[in-house]
């Protein structure tokens, strides 16, 4: 039977264990104690998604090791919960032209849409991950895809991503034909 003072100690002992990686790369290198860890050029590849803790990013473990390091360098995190940041967290998820619409507030004052073209979202369960990893918490979305890309699909969607206003699209298209013909 195991002491209180063992339990104790293998508890410590598995806490510790967490934070072991992280000591010997920083007590295995030539630099001061933890400065290599301190340093995002620098740090092993290894310790990059521990790293990314320190800015606020989720290092994706799909990214080289190269991008990684791009990734945190970015700062994301810091603009975590931003349009600009779901939006700019999706957009390496597509191919083509990566058109990415979000609209806030659109049906109460804590939800969204977002949206991407089919013909460019290759894996549409990763691109809302992306979205629920970026949002504020609380906040609530409807994520579609839009048949075809951005050249072919024909809905009002389209339309609002291809204008960004009224003025844009009555000065581009004159008649109801030119915007029902408007790809």
């Known amino acids: 039977m195991m002491s209180s003072h063992d339990i104790l ?17 920083a007590h295995n290198s030539p630099n001061p ?10 740090i092993p590849d290894e310790g990059l998604q521990w790293f990314g803790q320190f800015v606020g990013t989720i290092v994706d473990p799909n990214l080289t090791y190269n991008q990684q390091r791009q990734q945190i360098k970015q700062r994301a995190g810091w603009q975590r919960g931003t349009p600009a940041a779901i939006v700019a967290a999706v957009r390496p ?5 990566q058109t990415v619409a979000l609209v ?7 939800h ?51 204008y960004s206003t009224y003025q844009l699209v009555y000065a581009n ?7 029902y013909n408007t790809p």
């Not at 979205?131 to 389209?158: D, E, H, M, R, V």
């Open 9 to 25: 100690k293998q508890f410590i002992g598995a806490v510790g264990q967490a934070f072991q990686q992280m000591d010997d790369l």
């Open 33 to 42: 104690s933890w400065s290599i860890l301190m340093d995002v050029d620098n």
């Open 93 to 97: 998820l597509l191919t083509g032209t």
């Open 104 to 110: 806030e507030r659109d049906t109460s004052a804590y």
């Open 112 to 162: 969204f849409s977002i949206s991407t073209y089919g013909d460019e979202t290759a894996d549409s369960n990763r691109v809302q991950i992306a979205i629920q990893n970026n949002k504020p918490a609380g906040l609530q979305f409807t994520y579609t895809i839009i048949g075809g890309s951005p050249s072919t699909a024909k809905t009002y969607q389209n339309l609002w991503i291809d």
């Open 173 to 179: 298209l004159t008649t109801y034909n030119d915007v």
